[in-house]
């Protein structure tokens, strides 16, 4: 099944949680589509440079071009709300996370986040979230939607207390631009990646622990190299056990989340490097994308390339799988 998205280069695509849409978003419209027919449903209002669905697949929260946040209804595509910066924050609105539950919302505008609560009105829960030195790339809740963390170009990541917006701790390992985050499935670790070629996995009990008050360093983390240099997406498999990263070469490497040791390489099906990279629901399958248009499906567990998809000509920004 292809969908062809019109509205300029194609930035990012997401499943809705019950595998029924497709958002796109491009450089000139962002898109709503029927994943099971490939009808294009309906277009954002106002346009959109960024975005993702809510938990309950309701809701649509982005950025459109102007810079200000919005929420979509993926009902109608049209601007339920408005999501501004800090009156005093010039930047745009640059992303938008929902937590599992769907009961809170982070966006962040520069150096800034914002928490807001997404149970009824929308309205922001105390004031902007302020530290980082640089822009926010990142962010992520735990699972039960306790903390945030963000994840900044200053080479920091930092852990928030969702409740109260504290800063509870400032995760210091990284020499360069954190590219991604992301929480382990049960809460307890926190991974973080970035542009230095290092993956760190934070245990975060020994990272409250931390004598030093609000600052966690290396003695808190695990720090692995990423192979080719360039960390790209790492995530937790869904039993926490282990997790992928895709980085600047032609392959994937799979480490154990305890141990930090790499369990798996595989390699030698991509032509370029792997730009993104996910598990199944079950665990059992990855997918990957390349920046020379392939795709390939692997075993989680023996690392055999079970299946190669092919269909695009430019590089694959963005690979899921969804159960239906």
């Known amino acids: 099944l292809e969908m062809k998205h019109e509205g300029g280069l194609l930035v990012s695509a997401e499943l809705s949680p019950d595998g029924s849409l497709l958002l796109t978003i491009g450089t000139q419209e962002g898109c709503i589509w029927c994943a099971v027919s490939g009808r294009k449903l309906m277009q954002l209002q106002d346009g959109a440079t960024a975005g993702s669905f809510s938990p309950d697949g309701c809701l649509v929260a982005g950025v459109a071009f102007d ?7 993926t009902a109608t595509g049209k601007v339920l709300k408005l999501l501004p910066p800090a009156a005093d924050q010039k930047t ?10 769907g ?6 505008a520069g150096s800034a986040a914002q928490l807001w609560e997404a149970a009824g009105a929308f309205r922001p829960l105390g004031p902007a979230l302020r530290g980082h030195l640089d822009d926010i790339r990142a962010a992520a809740f735990s699972p039960d939607g306790a903390l945030a963390v ?5 080479a920091t990541a930092r852990l928030w207390e969702a409740a109260s917006g504290l800063c509870l701790r400032v995760l210091r390992a990284h020499s360069a631009g954190l590219t991604t985050v992301d ?5 307890t670790q926190c ?5 230095d070629g290092r993956v760190c996995v934070w245990q975060l009990a020994a990272v409250m622990a931390a004598t030093a008050p609000a600052v966690a360093g290396e003695e808190a983390c695990c720090v692995l190299a990423a192979q080719g240099g ?3 997406a790492v995530h937790f498999a869904p039993d926490g056990r282990s997790f992928q990263l895709a980085s600047a070469w032609e392959g994937l490497q799979i480490f154990g989340s305890a141990s930090g040791e790499e369990q798996l390489r595989v390699s030698g099906n991509h032509g370029e490097w792997v730009r993104c990279a996910a598990f199944s ?3 059992l399958l990855i997918i990957t994308g390349a920046y020379d248009g392939t795709v390939r499906l692997w075993s989680s567990y023996s690392g055999e390339c079970l299946g190669k998809l092919r269909g695009h000509c430019e590089a694959v920004i963005a690979v899921q799988i969804r159960s239906t």
């Not at 745009?92 to 539950?101: G, H, N, Q, T, W």
């Not at 963000?150 to 200053?154: C, E, L, R």
């Not at 929480?183 to 809460?187: C, E, R, T």
Request: hydrophobic fraction near 50%; charge should be negative.
């Open 150 to 154: 963000t994840a900044s170009q200053d």
């Open 103 to 108: 009961l809170l919302l982070l966006t962040a």
């Open 281 to 283: 629901p079950d665990g």
């Open 67 to 73: 810079g200000i946040g919005r929420l979509w209804s």
């Open 230 to 232: 360039v960390a790209n």
């Open 92 to 101: 745009d609105v640059s992303l938008a996370v929902f937590s599992k539950a």
């Open 191 to 195: 991974l973080t990646a970035s542009v």
């Open 183 to 187: 929480f382990s499935p049960a809460g």
